[in-house]
């Protein structure tokens, strides 16, 4: 949402993660299952659960850049990334 995600896995201090992307959302449909789908996906690939609500916090910016049910792609994913202030980045 506008005001990013928070991150919450086991005794570990909940993570406070920042909006990605603009705040000027065009479609919001499939979103949520665009952040589930990366964070799961990320976590079956061996990241942290820090790292993988980052990635699924890039994913979930860009899709609702776009009009209606979309898809996310690796280049997208990684230019997002690239683009981020490095304070925001997962380590």
Request: no cysteine; net charge negative; proline share 4%.
């Amino acid at each position: 949402g506008r005001d990013g995600m928070v991150a919450f896995s086991g005794k570990h201090k909940p993570v406070d993660i920042p909006i990605s992307g603009s705040d000027q959302v065009t479609d919001v449909t499939g979103a949520g299952d665009t952040v589930i789908a990366t964070f799961t996906a990320a976590l079956a690939a061996g990241a942290t659960a820090e790292e993988a609500a980052h990635l699924a916090n890039y994913a979930g910016g860009i899709v609702v850049m776009k009009r209606g049910t979309a898809t996310v792609s690796q280049q997208e994913l990684l230019e997002a990334i690239q683009k981020a202030p490095p304070q925001t980045r997962s380590h």
